[in-house]
């Protein structure tokens, strides 16, 4: 599960770097270096560009936060429903307006969102939307294992997240390449909601085992 949501965090990163070419759509410290380039040049309209898409990803992690503090048993469930909703509106957007990087928006909210859907394994973190950690956590992981404090099933475990994320970002570009970007953000949607039934069928499973 942590895996699949590395690689959708790549796979947005993908899409939206090859159809807007300078706007990260899940990593925001590449986007907070271009809104500091911009700050020094003064250019007022790349300032507004990056810091809106900076604040749609703040405003992400506030809603997702605010959904699983709420509903806490059905995380998941709540965070992927959330984050097909805010991929299908980007789909509405891509129909009614020229593509910009406005429309891709609610892409960077869904990343925002999906971060709530962390998971640990062996101490490391799982699923977040950026990678700089998990690349941190390889090395220290590889220098562990090399000293005998730690299995080498850890720098698997941190490898095989950095590995999803780049397959997903290969994924996204080929698709846009291929297909055009609306199927890719449909192909995404179809993902989300097949994820989606397999949560609720779980969910219904346990509960009639429960009610045994």
């Known amino acids: 599960m942590a ?23 899940s990593f925001m410290s590449g986007n907070s270096t271009r809104l500091g380039i911009q700050l020094a040049k003064g250019d007022m309209g790349a300032m507004f560009k990056y810091g809106s898409v900076l ?3 703040i405003a992400g992690a506030f809603i997702g936060d605010l959904l699983v503090s709420v509903i806490k048993k059905e995380r998941l469930l709540v965070i992927v429903g959330a984050e ?24 960077t909210v869904a990343m925002g969102v999906q971060n709530h859907a962390q998971i640990t394994v062996k101490d490391t973190v799982l699923g977040k939307s950026y990678v700089s ?4 956590a390889l090395g220290v992981a590889l220098s562990k294992a090399c000293q005998g404090k730690q299995y080498w099933s850890q720098s698997l475990i941190c490898g095989l997240g950095w590995l999803f994320f780049i397959v997903g970002g290969s994924a996204g ?3 846009v390449i291929a297909a055009g970007t609306t199927n890719a953000v449909l192909f995404l949607i179809a ?22």
Not at 200 to 212: D, G, I, P, T
Request: proline content about 3%.
């Open 173 to 175: 570009t080929l698709l």
């Open 191 to 212: 993902v989300l909601g097949g994820l989606l039934f397999w949560l609720f069928a779980l969910e219904f499973m346990e509960s009639r085992v429960l009610a045994a």
């Open 55 to 57: 604040v749609a990803f």
């Open 133 to 136: 950690g998990q690349l941190f």
């Open 84 to 107: 097909i909703i805010l991929l299908c509106l980007t789909l509405l957007l891509l129909q009614s307006r020229p593509v910009s990087w406005v429309t891709f928006l609610p892409l």
């Open 3 to 25: 895996l699949f949501f590395s690689f959708v965090s790549g796979y947005v990163n993908g899409l939206g770097l090859l159809v807007l070419g300078d706007v990260f759509l």
